[in-house]
T-cell receptor
Framework: SQTIHQWPATLVQPVGSPLSLECTVEGTSNPNLYWYRQAAGRGLQLLFYSVGIGQISSEVPQNLSASRPQDRQFILSSKKLLLSDSGFYLC????????????FGDGTRLSIL | GEDVEQSLFLSVREGDSSVINCTYTDSSSTYLYWYKQEPGAGLQLLTYIFSNMDMKQDQRLTVLLNKKDKHLSLRIADTQTGDSAIYFCAEILYNQGGKLIFGQGTELSVKP
């Protein structure tokens, strides 16, 4: 069966420091991969998605970047964190082209001080 | 543009039925999904319905779809305290590579 892992679960970082959040999927090949941010309210904002190695689409301009160095690995990065980067970051995967559900990891709670 | 709307809060008593409503805008959506989020956790896929169906039942969960009105509902029978969570409705944009548009989530509070 397929599983998705995100780490770390919780992270506290100072303003201006770099960031690297990692997400890996097991049990499937060539998944579509997604990064979402859930701010203090509820709404889920899609940040990046990837349909293959090295293929990254950005949904919103921001201080973050994403990379997919391997088929089942998705990394969310920043060179210099801002206070507004605080939030709950969720990674998700799906398969196929367009009508399959997304399956979510347990998320990373990022607090910027 | 695409939009999914839900009411923000619902409070029910244990044992009652809960009905969570959702409206969406993209008539080309092929699937509509319900996700559950417990505090501090990720989203768990609860159930989904294909757009050519009117109803889908899965144990205590019943999904109703009114495609004409673009209205989706999730009914939870015999609601338990463990059902307390935020429930998200989502539509899939088939023509945009499977991008999901989420509603803001309905916080279900179950009182004993």
């Amino acid at each position: 069966s397929q599983t998705i892992h995100q780490w770390p679960a919780t992270l506290v970082q100072p303003v201006g420091s770099p960031l690297s959040l990692e997400c890996t999927v097991e049990g499937t090949s060539n998944p579509n991969l997604y990064w979402y941010r859930q701010a203090a309210g509820r709404g889920l904002q899609l940040l990046f998605y990837s349909v293959g190695i090295g293929q990254i689409s950005s949904e919103v301009p921001q201080n973050l970047s994403a990379s997919r160095p391997q088929d089942r690995q998705f990394i969310l990065s920043s060179k210099k964190l801002l206070l507004s980067d605080s939030g709950f970051y969720l990674c998700a995967w799906s398969v196929g082209t367009g009508n399959q559900p997304q399956h979510f990891g347990d998320g990373t709670r990022l607090s910027i001080l | 543009g695409e939009d999914v709307e839900q009411s923000l809060f619902l409070s029910v008593r244990e044992g009652d039925s809960s009905v969570i409503n959702c409206t969406y805008t993209d008539s080309s959506s092929t699937y509509l999904y319900w996700y559950k989020q417990e505090p501090g956790a990720g989203l768990q896929l609860l159930t989904y319905i294909f757009s050519n169906m009117d109803m889908k039942q899965d144990q205590r969960l019943t999904v109703l779809l009114n495609k004409k009105d673009k209205h989706l509902s999730l009914r939870i029978a015999d609601t338990q305290t463990g059902d307390s969570a935020i429930y998200f409705c989502a539509e899939i944009l088939y023509n945009q590579g499977g991008k999901l548009i989420f509603g803001q989530g309905t916080e279900l509070s179950v009182k004993p």
